[in-house]
């Protein structure tokens, strides 16, 4: 079990008991007793599990940055379309191979950008021509916080939040 790894709870072990079946991100793995801490988006929050109470979750369409060729076409964050260019370890435009848009070392091996102020430029989405495949990286949703005000703008109507019955 390593950080980043994608886990559904199977035993709640210590944490809350309606965590169970809940999927998440592996954050750290040297917390202490018990050592795997897990990132929840679906409920803004973190609980430590031992591993035997996680199971781990293989998606065969996440890609890594090792797993990159040459020719493959790269969609970052922003909506930008690039081109792998593996013998030179660069992203350059489809227009122009020899305009450079990212060298290889500023992602990590998830493909996020190294510069952590600017997620437009993480590559979310990576297409292979010569098979036909698309893949994904592993992205949580991007979470937009509003006030009800926005988001009756947004609707174009009034509305009451109410607490959900459980």
């Known amino acids: 079990m ?19 079946g809940l999927i998440g991100i592996v ?10 801490g897990v990132y929840f988006e679906e409920i803004d929050d973190s609980w430590y ?13 996440i890609i890594k940055k090792s797993d990159l060729k040459g ?3 790269v969609t970052y964050r922003n909506g930008a379309v690039r ?26 091996e998830d493909l996020f950008n190294d510069d952590n102020c600017n997620t437009n430029w993480d590559i979310v989405e990576v297409y ?5 495949e698309t893949f994904k990286t592993e992205r949580k949703k991007e979470i937009k916080k509003m006030t009800v005000a926005q988001i009756c703008e947004e609707l174009g109507y009034d509305i009451e939040i109410i607490k959900e019955d459980k």
């Open 71 to 73: 020719g493959d076409i």
């Open 49 to 61: 599990y031992e591993e035997s109470n996680l199971q781990l979750i293989q998606d065969k369409h």
């Open 128 to 132: 292979r021509p010569t098979t036909k």
């Open 2 to 20: 390593k950080n980043g790894n994608k886990v559904k709870v199977i035993e709640n072990g210590t944490a809350p008991e309606d965590t169970i």
């Open 83 to 108: 081109v792998i260019d593996i013998n030179r370890k660069r992203i350059v435009y489809l227009e122009n191979f020899n305009d450079l848009s990212m060298c290889f070392n500023d992602y990590n």
């Open 27 to 36: 954050k750290s793995t040297d917390y202490g007793n018990p050592p795997i």
